[in-house]
């Protein structure tokens, strides 16, 4: 069976901090991947998705970027944390190959707070 | 980007009521997905209906969807103490080949016993 994998579950950073989440999926092959983030009462806001190693693509312009360095590895980093990246990121895959009609399966959660 | 809205934000209910809570959404859609977190937690898959469904079910959630009315509708029925959880529309766009799912703001279902 398939499982996602996301860690830490919580961190607390200073501004100016640099970061790195990290996410990686077993029990597939060519996921879409996908971090989204959550502020505190608020829908999910798409990050970044990936189709593919080295294939990303940025849904809103701010200081984080993603890689994917391997097919089932996701990474999520800034250079200098703000105040405003504080929230709840999610990771999530769904089953690959240019569709765009299945579930995503989401990990637990990192909850990152930045002070 | 388009996004579904869903309404209302928040629901009390008691055990055993049936709960309703709609999602509406801009531009045309290939497919609608619903999905529950629980506080804390990631995103579970409740049901996707597609844009040519108009109905569908699983266990004690209905979905319907109205293309017309660009809105899609999510009851559970005899709801539970455990059914409390925030509850999320999601659409992809049918003109925008390769987007990823566009979630709305939720609405947070209280079941009480």
């Known amino acids: 069976s398939q499982t996602i994998h996301q860690w830490p579950a919580t961190l607390v950073q200073p501004v100016g901090s640099p970061l790195s989440l990290e996410c990686t999926v077993e029990?597939?092959?060519?996921?879409?991947l996908y971090w989204y983030r959550q502020a505190a009462g608020r829908g999910l806001q798409l990050l970044f998705y990936s189709v593919g190693i080295g294939q990303i693509s940025s849904e809103v312009p701010q200081n984080l970027s993603a890689s994917r360095p391997q097919d089932r590895q996701f990474i999520l980093s800034s250079k200098k944390l703000l105040l405003s990246d504080s929230g709840f990121y999610l990771c999530?895959?769904?089953?690959?190959?240019?569709?765009?009609?299945?579930?995503?399966?989401f990990g637990n959660g990192t909850r990152l707070t930045v002070t | 980007s388009q996004q579904g809205e869903e309404d209302p934000q928040a629901l009390s209910i008691q055990e055993g009521e049936n709960a309703t809570m709609n999602c509406s959404y801009k531009t045309s859609i290939n497919n609608l997905q619903w999905y529950r977190q629980n506080s804390g937690r990631g995103l579970v898959h409740l049901i996707l209906i597609r844009s040519n469904e108009r109905e569908k079910h699983s266990g004690r959630l209905r979905v319907t969807l109205d293309t017309s009315k660009k809105s899609s509708s999510l009851l559970i029925t005899a709801s539970r103490a455990a059914d409390t959880a925030s509850y999320f529309c999601?659409?992809?766009?049918?003109?925008?080949?390769?987007?990823?799912?566009?979630f709305g703001k939720g609405t947070t279902l209280s079941v009480s016993s």
């Open positions: 999601a659409t992809d766009a049918e003109d925008q080949a390769g987007t990823a799912l566009i």
């Open positions: 999530a895959w769904s089953a690959g190959r240019g569709r765009w009609d299945s579930p995503l399966h």
């Open positions: 029990g597939t092959s060519n996921p879409n």
